[in-house]
């Protein structure tokens, strides 16, 4: 399967972010802890969402996640970062309503990490996971991984294990935000597949377009971004910690 090529980060002002171009798409990475948030920006949901948020902190993370969503795509359709109308499909993934656009977007975060992956010419999804212990033949696994994937976790050196366990989650889950679905909907039709020289391959069935691969992520962290088809590139940045309100 096409392997997707990250290039160096450059650092950006997502006010300032460069038009979406046909073919490529565009990866978008922000530490939530250290860029500003701006709450006057938010659509009256979004504020209401911010208000039910109890933790100070993930209170104060939301609101600079949907700034940075609003700042890009404000850049993007060249209108001011307040007036863009988003709504959540049934699953929950975010859409521009209006004006008539071809962008699809797809956001993650944990914690402060923060990933937003965006094209006019495909759909995309992301997901950034923290590496956490837990045992990789844990519930969730054993009902969302495939026998296949299981039997190899179970089989690596117990160091290389969880790690693994996530590469696997952010890869099923990048798929699954791509077509805005639940994690819970991606059958056996799709399975990650472990390659000789130790990199993970997905296959669909029926195969389709469909490329998805391991992308950089903060220290202790993983991250997988999912693309309907081969880009013709991919440009990555990085949110400056100064960038603006
Ligand atoms: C809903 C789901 C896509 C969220 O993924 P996640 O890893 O928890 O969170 P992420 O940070 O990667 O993604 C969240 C963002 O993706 C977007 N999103 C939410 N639901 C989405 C969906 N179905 N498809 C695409 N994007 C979605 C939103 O922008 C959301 O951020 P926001 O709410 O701040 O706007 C996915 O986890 C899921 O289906 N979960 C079902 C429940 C589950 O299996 N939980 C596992 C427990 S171990």
């Known amino acids: 399967m096409t392997r997707l090529v990250v290039p160096e980060l450059e650092p950006r002002d997502p006010a300032r972010a460069e038009p979406l171009l046909p073919g490529e798409v565009q990866l978008w990475y922000a530490d939530l802890d250290s860029v500003p948030g701006d709450e006057g920006i938010l659509s009256a949901a979004e504020s209401a969402r911010?208000?039910?948020?109890?933790?100070?902190?993930?209170?104060?993370?939301?609101?600079?996640?949907?700034?940075?969503v609003r700042r890009l795509l404000g850049a993007w359709l060249g209108l001011p970062a307040g007036e863009i109308a988003l709504e959540s499909t049934g699953e929950g993934k975010p859409r521009v309503v209006a004006p008539p656009h071809a962008i699809d977007f797809n956001l993650s975060h944990t914690g402060s990490a923060w990933a937003l992956a965006a094209s006019i010419s495909f759909h995309v999804g992301v997901d950034l996971e923290r590496i956490r212990p837990r045992r990789p033949d844990h519930d969730v696994a054993r009902r969302i991984f495939t026998s296949a994937e299981c039997a190899w976790l179970a089989d690596l050196p117990e160091a290389r294990r969880t790690p693994a366990f996530f590469t696997i989650w952010t890869i099923r889950e990048a798929v699954t935000k791509l077509r805005g679905e639940g994690i819970f909907t991606l059958s056996a039709s799709f399975e990650v597949v472990p390659q000789t020289d130790g990199r993970l391959e997905a296959r669909v069935e029926p195969p389709e377009e469909l490329v998805v691969d391991t992308i950089p992520a903060?220290?202790?962290?993983?991250?997988?971004?999912?693309?309907?088809?081969?880009?013709r590139a991919i440009r990555a940045f990085r949110v400056r910690p100064d960038a603006e309100a």
């Open 50 to 68: 911010a208000e039910r948020v109890v933790d100070a902190d993930a209170k104060a993370r939301f609101v600079r996640s949907r700034t940075l």
């Open 218 to 231: 903060p220290v202790g962290h993983v991250g997988a971004l999912a693309v309907s088809a081969s880009p």
